[in-house]
């Protein structure tokens, strides 16, 4: 199984704040990577599909890089609503996994 | 409007038979650029995708679950079945299913239900 590791696995902010979140996967994965953004008691929410490609209705202040083993999600101007956990999720090699999780918290 | 309901008992006993039901609506199962995902989520953890199926019945398990998951769908009901097999108190989790969309030639979840909370205690 592909593992996909977060780093960091929680992070303090401000509102205003860049925040980048990493992930990195055990073997390459070319660009099958995503990213979701979860607030406590909803499910997920798709940010960004194919490591950087934005989701409809997703505001532009999200945005995701990387190839290979190596990805990046990036948050410009961290506004209240952003404050969730993140997950980046492998999906080309099968079983699919997703990554343990950065909570980003004020 | 696309939206997945989960639906199914939230309190099973040790042993038993786990029995989901994911109705879709705002597209059909039978669309070749659609499938759907059950992943679920323990308590404070993360993530674990368990199984999907695409329109032309295809599917694909956890490998650490495979022996005990069975995923199966009724287009003419615009639902998907996931069971899984003599479950454990570990298995206790919100359970989503979720849309798989073709983006560019690969499948990923756009959209998700609510979720359900499933606990397994005797």
């Known amino acids: 199984d592909i593992q996909m590791t977060q780093s960091p696995s929680s992070l303090s902010a401000s509102v205003g704040d860049r925040v980048t979140i990493t992930c990195r996967a055990s073997q390459g994965i070319s660009d099958y990577l995503a990213w979701f953004q979860q607030k406590p008691g909803k499910a997920p929410k798709l940010l960004i599909y194919a490591a950087s490609s934005l989701q409809s209705d997703v505001p532009s202040k999200f945005s995701g890089s990387g190839s290979g083993t190596d990805f990046t999600l990036t948050i410009n101007g961290l506004q209240p609503e952003d404050f969730a956990t993140y997950y980046c999720h492998q999906y080309t090699n099968y079983p699919w996994t997703f990554g343990q999780g950065t909570k980003v918290e004020i | 409007q696309v939206t997945l309901k989960e639906s199914g008992p939230v309190l099973v006993k040790p042993t038993e038979t786990l029995t989901l039901t994911c109705t879709v609506s705002g597209f059909s199962l039978s669309n070749a650029r659609v499938g759907v995902s059950w992943i679920r989520q323990p308590p404070g953890k993360a993530l674990e995708w368990l199984a999907h199926i695409f329109s032309n019945d295809a599917k694909s398990y956890s490998t650490s679950l495979k022996s005990r998951l069975t995923i199966s769908k009724d287009t003419s009901k615009s639902q998907v079945i996931l069971t899984m097999t003599n479950v454990d108190p570990v298995d206790t989790a919100t359970y989503y299913c979720?849309?798989?969309?073709?983006?560019?030639?690969?499948?990923?979840?756009?959209?998700w239900g609510q979720g359900i909370l499933v606990t397994v205690s005797s």
């Open positions: 979720a849309r798989l969309y073709d983006f560019w030639g690969a499948y990923v979840e756009d959209y």
